[in-house]
């Protein structure tokens, strides 16, 4: 059974608190892992999360500030030390190479050859990561920040009664998936639209550290779960101008405006206790009808299930 979920490992903003760590999340789909911003204590937090470095196949940095990067050293030589065989991709925005390699290398360690960079630059950056597509789009932050968005294909799901209408059955049935066509023995041919109804692919995005933008409208269009920075209230709307941050009621009418079915709150300012964590689901709520969560350290978050059309 395919396992698609985020686990969250870390959701406060610059500065963590004692119930907050820096950024971290691991979104599995379906064998795939994607590590967005590991900061500090990533890997400590996987620990207590019950996922290790074997779970990873991607690391995605939106940006070069400390509470989004400063992991990626802890993550790189714990990848070497558990001697992880499988291949591991890289993605940052280009611009900041060097931060990157400062990072990659930032102490002495044996060292692994499985970590490949793929660097993104442009309006537009898309990555092939095995079943689905990786795609990266520029943010408005003070630094050069780039959202992520993972997209399955469209498909085909088989209905069993037309199925059986048709006789098609047993290794007929795999052939027809992969073939599209299967001859009868009465020698009539059945194509896959006759047994089977569109499949909507599945989509996730993840927008840190950033004002309103197009971009973030691109990458959150339709998605299934939305991570969404929220940083602050709106009673701080103009600081979180100035900042490149957005507001609970920003993320909410993002979530609205781009029809949305999950919405994940996470990047909360320090200055917010436990007692106004509330207001955040709040805010985001009255533009946004939908599903609403408000990142809590290691959570589990199932990517909603498969809609129909």
Not at 88 to 94: K, L
Not at 130 to 146: D, I, M
Not at 218 to 245: M, P, R
């Amino acid at each position: 059974m395919s396992l698609r979920e985020l686990v969250v490992l870390g959701t406060s903003s610059a500065v963590p608190t004692r119930h907050r760590n820096h950024n971290g999340y691991l979104l599995l789909w379906d064998g795939q892992g994607f590590l967005f911003d590991p900061g500090e204590g990533t890997q400590r937090q996987m620990t207590h999360a019950g996922v290790g470095s074997h779970d990873i196949t991607w690391i995605c940095v939106t940006h070069f500030h400390g509470d989004h990067c400063l992991g990626v050293p802890g993550i790189v030589q714990r990848i070497a030390r558990d001697r992880v065989a499988h291949p591991v991709r890289a993605a940052y925005p280009a611009v900041g190479e060097t931060y990157w390699r400062r990072l990659r290398h930032a102490s002495v360690f044996a060292d692994t050859s499985v970590i490949s960079e793929c660097p993104v630059s442009g309006e537009v950056t898309t990555l092939d990561a095995g079943p689905v597509t990786l795609t990266a789009r520029p943010l408005s932050h003070p630094v050069e920040a780039y959202g992520y968005r993972v997209d399955e294909p469209d498909g085909r799901r088989m209905v069993p009664e037309a199925l059986r209408e048709r006789g098609v059955e047993g290794a007929m049935i795999s052939r027809l998936r992969r073939e599209g066509t299967v001859t009868m023995p009465d020698g009539s041919v059945v194509g896959l639209e006759d047994c089977s109804e569109p499949r909507p692919g599945q989509s996730a995005a993840f927008v840190m550290d950033t004002r309103l933008c197009d971009g973030v409208f691109a990458l959150a269009e339709g998605v299934d779960l939305l991570v969404i920075e929220s940083t602050f209230l709106s009673e701080e709307a103009k600081l979180a101008e100035a900042y490149g941050h957005l507001t609970a009621a920003q993320a909410g009418r993002v979530a609205a405006e781009c029809g949305v079915r999950r919405l994940v709150l996470t990047h909360i300012s320090e200055r917010y206790g436990a007692d106004e964590e509330p207001r955040f689901i709040e805010e985001a709520g009255r533009a946004f009808d939908g599903d609403v969560v408000l990142a809590q350290d290691l959570a589990r978050v199932p990517v909603p299930r498969r809609a129909t059309k």
